[in-house]
């Protein structure tokens, strides 16, 4: 699905779609994306973000749970960098990123909470893979979500096949 606006398909999917209740930020070149999803739960370390965005991310949207700290990044230009590398659609980030201005021109939807220069640590603490819950939704491997400046909603399936 290469167009869309998260407005028009809560219109369309009323009663299937659930809209995440938090006021992302958009950062990355790409305005709208999404996508199947790959879930990650960490705390203010990037090791775990770096693994996975290294390895193929077959159009698929990176999910982060960072615990909503914005204390340190867990995403940067190199990672979007690896992510675009790998065939990643975008990665949002329920924490804080940095390299505003050069994710602005990536090919890669990014959204976060906020920005902070501060990078987390490399130690690999965390979850791949799991159910994780974030502004009163659940977003999970199986599931799939779409972005754009309005907002973030989730559906149990590819919308891109009901139409």
Same mark, same amino acid.
């Given at each position: &699905?290469?167009?869309?606006?998260?407005?028009?398909?809560?219109?369309?999917?009323? =009663?299937?779609?659930?809209? %995440? /209740?938090? /006021?992302?930020?958009?950062?990355?070149?790409?305005?709208?994306?999404?996508?199947?999803?790959?879930?990650?739960?960490?705390?203010?370390? %990037?090791?775990?973000?770096?693994?996975?965005?290294?390895?193929?991310?077959?159009?698929?949207?990176?999910?982060?749970? =960072?615990?909503?700290?914005?204390?340190?990044? !867990?995403?940067?230009?190199?990672?979007?960098?690896?992510?675009?590398?790998?065939?990643?659609?975008?990665?949002?980030?329920?924490?804080?990123?940095?390299?505003?201005?050069?994710?602005?021109? &990536?090919?890669?939807?990014?959204?976060?909470?906020?920005?902070?220069?501060?990078?987390?640590?490399?130690?690999?603490?965390?979850?791949?893979?799991?159910?994780?819950?974030?502004?009163?939704?659940?977003?999970?491997?199986?599931?799939? %979500?779409?972005?754009? !400046?309005?907002?973030?909603? %989730?559906?149990?399936?590819?919308?891109? !096949?009901?139409?």
């Amino acid at each position: &699905m290469s167009s869309f606006k998260t407005a028009d398909l809560c219109d369309a999917f009323a =009663g299937e779609l659930e809209v %995440v /209740q938090v /006021q992302f930020r958009t950062f990355g070149g790409r305005r709208t994306f999404g996508s199947g999803i790959e879930t990650i739960r960490t705390f203010e370390d %990037v090791g775990l973000i770096r693994q996975c965005l290294e390895r193929p991310g077959h159009d698929r949207v990176l999910v982060v749970d =960072g615990g909503g700290s914005t204390r340190v990044a !867990l995403l940067g230009d190199r990672l979007s960098t690896k992510a675009i590398e790998n065939g990643w659609a975008g990665v949002i980030v329920y924490g804080a990123l940095r390299d505003t201005e050069v994710l602005a021109t &990536m090919d890669i939807g990014v959204m976060a909470l906020g920005t902070i220069p501060i990078r987390g640590t490399f130690n690999c603490t965390g979850e791949v893979g799991i159910p994780i819950q974030i502004g009163g939704v659940e977003l999970a491997p199986g599931r799939f %979500v779409y972005c754009d !400046l309005d907002g973030v909603i %989730v559906s149990s399936r590819p919308l891109w !096949l009901a139409e």
